[in-house]
């Protein structure tokens, strides 16, 4: 009768860990470690090695007794790219295996670097540690290297109020009147809307007050494709208009005209919001329409 083999399955593991003891040199490397720094060795040549060793590679000597202080920060000077982290891997995303020569030391150490993507990687990376928040004593206290900040972005909101000035508060109760308030200069005789106090060409002061009608005529314009609160659709038009009796135009959008159509010396009428809506503000006015008068030769 056929005997069946005879087959025991073993599993060799340490799930505490295999406990050994560390030696002097590589006790204080992972001592320091734990307190959050890193340390190498000087050789008897003067060298410092990263991780410290008992005897220099290089000449098998016995390393001195003096340790230094190396890094934190270090140049990555070899790396390959691990794109699917295995479970044993420090990171559970793509990442980096690095040796990294850690500033100070004269030997590279090889750990992980979190670098995003590979192409944020290169020979002389400037790289980081990330510090495990409980250290222990090992090697791990150190969850990674991460590269150099280089850049930030930040949020940006400001809140601002506009505190309207004496001439401009007139202006803005005309509109919410529903007229617009201009000044004249008494000696050059221009007519200024929005009202102001000084005249801007010859800064004499400005006393007469005076309405102008809500028509005017294109002098320049834009058509916007970019979206505005202000605006009610895209492409949207804003023109400078000047109001009849003023001498310098004002900006404000242009409604009820396809963009294409709109041009320079087209006569146009403000649209007011109903009175009921209306506050001290240009929003009074939703935009100025054409009137459907004849073109304006400027
Ligand atoms: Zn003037």
């Given at each position: 009768m056929p005997s069946e083999p005879l087959v025991a399955e073993h599993v060799l593991e340490f799930p505490g860990g295999y406990a050994r003891t560390t030696g002097p040199v590589i006790g204080r490397f992972l001592t320091e470690l734990r307190g959050g720094r890193i340390v190498g060795v000087r050789t008897a040549e003067g060298k410092v090695l990263v991780p410290p060793l008992e005897y220099d590679p290089a000449s098998g000597e016995a390393v001195t007794e003096e340790f230094v202080e190396v890094g934190p920060a270090g140049t990555v000077t070899a790396w390959a790219w691990v794109a699917e982290p295995r479970e044993?891997?420090?990171?559970?995303r793509p990442f980096a295996w690095a040796t990294i020569k850690l500033d100070g030391a004269d030997t590279a150490l090889v750990h992980a670097v979190d670098?995003?993507?590979?192409?944020?990687?290169?020979?002389g990376s400037r790289v980081w540690p990330v510090w495990r928040s409980e250290r222990t004593g090992h090697i791990t206290d150190i969850s990674y290297f991460a590269p150099e900040v280089t850049k930030i972005v930040s949020p940006v909101r400001a809140e601002y109020r506009l505190q309207v000035g004496g001439s401009l508060l007139t202006f803005l109760e005309g509109v919410e009147r529903g007229v617009f308030l201009g000044g004249r200069c008494p000696s050059c005789e221009k007519v200024y809307v929005p009202y102001?106090?000084?005249?801007?060409?010859?800064?004499g002061p400005i006393a007469d007050q005076l309405e102008l009608p809500d028509t005017g005529t294109i002098t320049t314009y834009a058509i916007n494709n970019l979206p505005d609160p202000r605006a009610p659709e895209v492409p949207f038009v804003s023109a400078y208009i000047l109001l009849d009796g003023a001498d310098i135009p004002m900006i404000a959008l242009v409604g009820?005209?396809?963009?294409?159509?709109v041009r320079q010396g087209m006569r146009v009428r403000a649209e007011w919001v109903p009175e009921g809506e209306r506050?001290?503000?240009?929003?009074?006015?939703?935009w100025f329409a054409p009137t459907g008068e004849p073109d304006v030769e400027l």
């Open positions: 044993s891997h420090p990171l559970d670098a995003g993507n590979a192409k944020a990687l290169r020979i102001r106090v000084f005249c801007p060409a010859c800064g009820g005209v396809p963009a294409h159509e506050t001290k503000s240009m929003a009074n006015v939703r």
